[in-house]
């Protein structure tokens, strides 16, 4: 099984940007899809992006597309979120998580296998 971890996590105003990072050891990262999701409070968890594990393919939930991308770096064992444009519905515990399905695109909870701690983002207005 992959370990992930996420950082990058904060509080910052409407309109900012933030970048999350999510480091993978354990098993090869190339081997598998990545998926960002995300939990606000008293809410159920979501899906946000996920990439396939070549880097080629990207998939976005609508309420993020335009401001949000996602990206992986194999040699590194690593992936990302760049958030731009951030609003006070974004708030949320953002997680990275890893998929052996193979089949595409991935966008449902149960779609991934692993999962990080989480990290909380914050967006005031």
């Known amino acids: 099984q992959v370990q992930l971890v996420e950082s990058g996590g904060g509080l910052v105003q409407a309109g900012d940007s933030l970048r999350l990072s999510c480091a993978a050891s354990?098993?090869?990262?190339?081997?598998?899809?990545m998926g960002w999701f995300r939990q606000a409070p008293g809410k159920e968890r979501e899906f946000v992006a996920a990439?396939?594990?070549?880097?080629?393919?990207?998939y976005y939930a609508d309420s993020v597309k335009g401001r949000f991308t996602i990206s992986r770096d194999n040699a590194k064992n690593s992936g990302s979120l760049q958030m731009d444009s951030l609003k006070p519905e974004d708030t949320a515990v953002y997680y990275c998580a890893a998929s052996y399905r193979n089949l595409w695109p991935l966008r449902r909870n149960d779609d991934f296998g692993s999962w990080g701690q989480g990290t909380q983002v914050t967006v005031s207005s």
């Open positions: 990439i396939h594990w070549s880097g080629g393919w990207v």
């Open positions: 354990g098993r090869t990262f190339s081997g598998f899809a």
